[in-house]
């Protein structure tokens, strides 16, 4: 059985509908959709295209270096900080 990445739960998982005086409407919680690791991956990959020297096209390697920075980022949310 593969075992896939944690994938951060839903990248926005609440949808507000608000009143202008700020009042709540409704809410809907969502769960499908785009995971966070998929919202991290396509930031990642859009500033590795930004580099002139990638923006000649799509390369194999890109999507999967995406990724795995985008699991870097996740883990990277449950590890506590140090602070200095």
Do not use: C, Q
């Not at 809410?27 to 990642?44: E, I, K, N, P």
């Not at 096209?57 to 870097?72: I, L, V």
């Amino acid at each position: 059985m593969t075992k896939f990445p944690d994938d951060g739960g839903p990248a926005f998982p609440m949808a507000v509908a608000a009143k202008p005086d700020g009042d709540t409407v409704s809410s809907h919680s969502y769960g499908v959709g785009m995971s966070l690791r998929d919202w991290f991956a396509s930031h990642v990959l859009a500033g590795m295209l930004a580099k002139p020297s990638n923006a000649d096209g799509m390369h194999d390697s890109y999507a999967e270096d995406a990724y795995r920075y985008a699991d870097e980022m996740i883990r990277a949310r449950v590890i506590p900080h140090s602070t200095k």
